[in-house]
């Protein structure tokens, strides 16, 4: 059997886009648009050199089109302080006393927790927003609600 320069560059796409659903990274979709583009050409019976290169601009093209567009849009907070990926932040807690070491124990939602100052200032007793949670411990600042 005798395939094709077409047949070739269409397997790479595949194979790389294989190779992305197991690995996760999305600059070998960019790669793999480079062959399928290389594919075209050779379809269309242009010579190897300009498949070659035709892959290599589309897909080095793409890639770094990509790699720009992830360089300039804003970064998610982390995620024990993403209110997107944890729904609790920005809930409201009630801080009857604090520790001297800036600790207290608070009830939220029926169980209780151990909370952490991190606010600017002296921790004051009173209502609280959750800005962070790290394990089963909150990390809370005074309320900015009146």
């Known amino acids: 059997m ?3 320069a077409a047949t070739w560059w ?5 194979a790389l886009v294989a190779v992305e659903l197991a690995s996760g990274t ?3 979709l ?14 269309a019976g242009l010579g190897s050199i300009t498949q070659t290169v035709g892959a290599a601009l589309v897909g080095g093209g793409a890639t770094a089109l990509w790699h720009v567009k992830r360089a300039r849009s804003p970064r998610s907070a982390p995620i024990e302080s993403n209110a997107d990926a944890n729904l609790d932040i920005g809930q409201a807690v009630r801080v009857d006393a604090w520790d001297a070491d800036g600790s207290a124990r608070v009830k939220y939602r ?8 991190a ?9 609280h927003v959750i800005v962070a949670i790290h394990g089963n411990r909150l990390s809370v600042a005074p309320s900015t609600r009146t």
């Open 2 to 4: 005798d395939w094709s």
């Open 10 to 14: 269409w397997l790479a796409a595949g």
């Open 26 to 28: 999305f600059y070998l």
């Open 30 to 43: 960019m790669l793999s648009l480079g062959c399928a583009a290389a594919g075209l050409l050779a379809m």
């Open 110 to 117: 029926g169980a209780a927790w151990s909370v952490r100052f």
């Open 119 to 127: 606010g600017n200032g002296e921790p004051a007793p009173g209502e």
